[in-house]
């Protein structure tokens, strides 16, 4: 039970940095919190709204490595290197692919809502 309260107060503390120090997750949140009740309206199953609040999730885990992976590269060097500025390109590229996910599942989920598939 210790190992389990001190990942719930290890994970609080992350999300907590992440929410003051980061726009885009800030952002996410906001997305997250209307998502929630849309789903709830554009799902036309509770299956698909499920789905719809997962995909923002995704969203927000994908932000949290790539700010990680951010965090952790600018502590390890502050002078410019092509290396880490390819991975954090990568993890930005990530981030880009879970939005283009997430907007391919809810542009899905409204077509088939008004009945265009």
């Given at each position: ?20 120090s980061?726009?885009?997750?800030r952002?996410e949140?906001?997305a ?13 199953t509770a ?10 999730l995704?969203v927000m885990?994908?932000e949290l490595?790539?700010t990680?992976?951010?965090k952790?590269a600018?502590?390890l060097?502050?002078e410019q290197?092509?290396?880490i500025g390819?991975?954090?390109d ?9 939005l283009l ?6 542009l899905f989920?409204i077509?088939e809502?008004?009945g265009m598939i």
């Amino acid at each position: 039970m210790r190992r389990l309260w001190r990942a719930t107060i290890n994970s609080r503390n992350g999300l907590t940095f992440a929410f003051r120090s980061e726009q885009a997750f800030r952002e996410e949140v906001v997305a997250l919190a209307l998502a929630v009740p849309l789903a709830f309206v554009i799902g036309a199953t509770a299956m698909r709204s499920i789905e719809l609040i997962g995909v923002v999730l995704l969203v927000m885990v994908v932000e949290l490595l790539n700010t990680a992976i951010e965090k952790l590269a600018d502590r390890l060097t502050t002078e410019q290197d092509p290396q880490i500025g390819r991975v954090k390109d990568m993890g930005s590229a990530a981030v880009g692919v879970a939005l283009l996910l997430a907007g391919a599942v809810w542009l899905f989920a409204i077509a088939e809502r008004i009945g265009m598939i």
